[in-house]
């Protein structure tokens, strides 16, 4: 049964809200998983597993409901179902086999967690271009949102896909602890990874500029916001010779 628009906007603007709640709350709460990793959230499973089972919802539910759609796809939608696709493809397939963490375990209850938010995000981005995104026509590739969507899409995607490299290099196969990272963005932030994701994510939703594009940004701050404060206040305290001059998540701020 198909949704109509009005009721679609409304379970999107609920979404919204509840991450808009959830903010602060994340800020105070490290999710257990990586170096902030607590044994009291209950059975664990291998890491890499974990996120390959927790992101594979944005790679096939979102095509799913992308391809299930009612509405012909027109150049501009194709582009937004690639570039998404293209991310998730390689944060499914490519990314978690990159990780030099053997025997490391991640909380099979972040795992649960962060499937449903995927499943619910690729519900929502996928059924809305699917099935009411009617007004990209051709123009929409001169529009300056989507040409400057396009350039931070791109920007952050380089980003993070640079940042992630360096942090892979850090340990060679057989160590296991954390070291600090230099190189790239690594000289001004602590977390240029999650500052390139989302750079990434805002250049969708300016790009797509739509509502569901808008709440994906507002979850991806919701994830990356806390936990970039919490990596730069864990580094200070494990390496008394970690630089002061670098800032969590925005150079210079």
Not at 15 to 24: K, N, Q
Not at 120 to 147: E, Q
Request: proline letters at 6%; hydrophobic letters at 55%.
């Amino acid at each position: 049964m198909m949704i109509d628009i009005a009721n679609f906007n409304i379970i999107v603007i609920a979404w919204i809200v509840a991450g808009i709640i959830i903010l602060p709350l994340l800020f105070f709460i490290a999710a257990p998983y990586g170096r902030h990793i607590k044994s009291n959230w209950g059975i664990t499973i291998n890491n890499k597993a974990g996120w390959f089972i927790m992101e594979l919802p944005s790679v096939l539910l979102f095509a799913v409901f992308f391809f299930a759609g009612e509405l012909k796809a027109s150049i501009p939608v194709w582009i937004f179902f690639g570039l998404w696709e293209l991310h998730y493809i390689h944060r499914v397939f490519v990314f978690p086999f990159q990780l030099k963490t053997k025997g490391k375990k991640m909380p099979l209850a972040i795992v649960i967690f962060a499937f449903f938010f995927n499943l619910v995000n690729a519900f929502i981005n996928g059924y809305f271009l699917g099935n009411f995104a009617n007004g990209y026509y051709i123009t929409w590739l001169c529009d300056p949102r989507f040409i400057i969507g396009l350039l931070l899409f791109v920007t952050g995607m380089g980003i993070n896909w640079h940042s992630d490299e360096i942090l892979f290099k850090l340990r060679k196969p057989s160590e296991t602890g954390y070291k600090i990272p230099f190189g790239g963005l690594f000289k001004y932030i602590s977390c240029p990874n999650y500052f390139g994701e989302i750079v990434e994510w805002t250049g969708f939703a300016i790009m797509a500029w739509n509502l569901p594009a808008l709440s994906f940004i507002m979850w991806t701050l919701v994830n990356l916001l806390p936990r970039a404060f919490s990596h730069h206040k864990w580094y200070k305290e494990h390496f008394a010779d970690y630089p002061k001059e670098r800032k969590a998540l925005i150079p210079f701020v």
